[in-house]
């Protein structure tokens, strides 16, 4: 195709086939994953017409840059599927159009109390990342969108109870996809926190317990989000340019248990999706402590490395014995499940890794990088206080987060002379930057900084100190040596 031939992703590229259907979905995030993971599935349903609802994307945080884009696009937006499934290559684009609009609450959160009077939403799911199920006092007035997920969660509920006098059946099933233990249950815990704090109405918490229905989730999709340097070619053989380009692997998985069933769900599997409605557990210590928990043991030292997407990484022979080791000998040991099953799982996600399509980027998976270790690792950790590679992993992540500047609201970190961002939240930054601050500018040693890091249990949860004399070890390396030669060395 021409370049002249190539134009900008609206409706215009339909030709007759857009979709329509009411807004049904409310969805909290709207982020890589769930662009490539919930709105690519809805778009199936809508291919098999089995189901019309279409998605409100509503921006998580004053920082988001999608929702604009997003609504320049009409809700478009392309998923690409590579890989490998069921023995066969796998490469194919799919313009997407279950997303109807984006809402950015902080400069129109009055849209989102109109969505949550809407007697057509019966659906909120979310993806703000681990980061996002957590508490923080603020307040509400009903005038401006609360800042964190938690807080926009119960105004929204909130909201709907008072549109609706309290009505059992303005109901709605709530389904985060945080990868945090049980998502569900915390979310209602938090929501209920909240709603103390706010003084709600008693009516207002039976409400909750009555008629929302909330849902613990287990969610498996490698999604590596916009293939940086392949714009033009993507744009050339769409025909159109697409800001919102997502790349995916073609395996899914989604499991969701319910509180309590819904009289009537989102029909899934009549679509052929991998989506099944049991209890989370015995998926969740596979996938979160060999997968996530792989790519969070990995990508601080890959990223020290000179690496920059986890297949490279895998290339790597030295990181990628890193990797396997790590696997095998102090992640795999402290997963429930039959030997047989993990080691296939393990072998599994190596192949997933090693996938020749996707690059991801492994800076993508270094955003909340010390949320997801708390969540992913630390349990590990904890379950064998001697484990060597893991606490290198560890260290590695304090190097990485030692800030060289700041990039807007973030902190910018430096490796092999190449800048990345340090995206955390508020207060990850504070620490990182007053702790690591006074190691540049104070000129304190490297024991009493890591000292410091180790003891912040606002970033842990817990006290890790007892690990100082090892971490500070291998930071020391890591600030002076060849980081290859180090990592060979473990």
């Known amino acids: 195709m021409a370049e002249t031939d190539v134009h900008r992703l609206t409706k215009t590229v339909l030709h007759g086939r857009e979709h329509t259907g009411e807004e049904t979905i409310v969805q909290i995030g709207e982020g890589n994953f769930l662009r490539g993971f919930l709105n690519w599935m809805i778009h199936q349903l809508h291919k098999q017409d089995v189901y019309s609802g279409r998605v409100v994307a509503i921006q998580p945080t004053p920082h988001g840059k999608v929702v604009p884009v997003l609504n320049a696009q009409d809700g478009l937006y392309t998923t690409i599927l590579r890989g490998k499934q069921d023995g066969e290559t796998v490469d194919k684009a799919e313009l997407v159009q279950s997303i109807s609009r984006g809402i950015n609450p902080y400069t129109d959160w009055n849209k989102v109390i109109a969505l949550a009077a809407s007697p057509a939403v019966k659906w909120l799911f979310s993806n703000t990342t681990e980061a996002g199920l957590t508490y923080l006092h603020e307040s509400y007035t009903g005038e401006e969108a609360p800042l964190t997920f938690p807080g926009k969660t119960t105004a929204f509920l909130y909201e709907r109870f008072l549109a609706f006098d309290g009505s059992l059946a303005a109901g709605i099933v709530v389904v985060p996809c945080e990868l945090v233990e049980e998502n569900g249950a915390v979310l209602k815990g938090l929501i209920k926190r909240v709603a103390r704090d706010w003084e709600l109405p008693e009516a207002f918490f039976c409400w909750l317990d009555e ?185 590695a992540l304090l190097v990485y987060m030692k800030p060289t500047g700041k990039e807007g609201a973030f902190l910018q970190g430096q490796a092999n002379g190449k800048p990345y961002t340090i995206r955390e939240n508020e207060e990850t930054l504070t620490i990182l930057n007053e702790v690591w601050g006074q190691f540049d500018q104070e000129k304190k040693n490297v024991a009493d900084t890591v000292q410091l890091l180790l003891e912040q249990e606002e970033l842990w949860g817990d006290d890790l100190s007892c690990h100082r004399i090892q971490v500070t070890a291998f930071v020391e390396q890591l600030l002076s040596g060849e980081i290859e030669a180090i990592i060979a060395t473990l």
Not at 232 to 248: C, P
Not at 271 to 283: C, D, M, R, S
């Open 211 to 395: 008629a929302i229905i909330f849902c613990n989730t287990l969610v498996d999709r490698i999604v590596t989000g916009f293939p940086l340097g392949e714009e033009a070619k993507w744009a050339t053989k769409l025909g159109y340019e697409d800001q919102l380009l997502t790349v995916a692997e073609p395996y899914h998985l989604f499991v969701i248990e319910a509180e309590r069933m819904p009289s009537e769900c989102i029909p899934f599997t009549k679509a052929g999706l991998n989506v099944v409605w049991e209890k989370t557990a015995p998926y969740r210590d596979l996938k979160v402590r060999l997968l996530n928990g792989a790519h969070t043991f990995l990508f601080a030292a890959a990223v020290l490395a000179g690496e920059t997407t986890v297949k490279g990484a895998l290339e790597n022979q030295v990181l990628r014995r890193f990797l396997e080791r790590g696997m095998q000998e102090e992640l795999m040991p402290t997963v429930r499940a039959n030997q047989e099953v993990k080691e296939a799982y393990v072998a599994s996600v190596i192949e997933r890794f090693e996938n020749p399509y996707l690059a991801h980027q492994l800076t993508d998976i270094g955003m909340n990088a010390v949320y997801k270790f708390k969540t992913r690792l630390l349990p590990a950790l904890q379950a064998n206080q001697r484990s060597h590679l893991l606490l290198f992993s560890l260290a």
